[in-house]
Each structure stands twice: as structure tokens, then as C-alpha cells.
């Protein structure tokens, strides 16, 4: 069986990545001989990523 994890890649509040992901992940689950995880960095504490705005956002302060 193969595995496949769809990575939601960023843990900003509002962010559209997850929509896609769900939508890859139905379809790999359709797959026979797929085995197909979602793993969403929300649910990894990663503190340092858990900011308003990116950090290269123009204007924020150093």
C-alpha cells in the first residue's frame, strides 16, 4: 500500500491551503491501494509560526 500525506504547509488564522489539501485528499481516498493522511501543522505546537502577519511582512516592526 502506498502512503501519502497532503501537508498543510502554514498555521496563519484565515489561511486558504486547507481548502485544496481536503479537496487532494478525497481524491487520493478514492484511490485503491492508497493510504492517504492529512497532517496539518495546527496540531504540531510550533509557537515561533503562530503570528497575525508573516514575518517579511512590510511595516512589521523588528
Known amino acids: 500500500m502506498t502512503v ?12 486558504f491551503s486547507g481548502k485544496p489539501a481536503r479537496w487532494i485528499l ?3 481516498k478514492k484511490r485503491e491501494g492508497v493510504d492517504a493522511r492529512m497532517l496539518d501543522l495546527k496540531d504540531y ?14 511595516g512589521r516592526p523588528a
Open 45 to 58: 505546537p510550533m509557537p515561533f509560526f503562530d503570528a497575525p502577519v508573516p514575518p517579511a511582512m512590510p
Open 26 to 28: 478525497d481524491h487520493l
Open 4 to 15: 501519502f500525506s497532503v501537508i498543510i504547509g502554514t498555521v496563519r488564522q484565515g489561511c
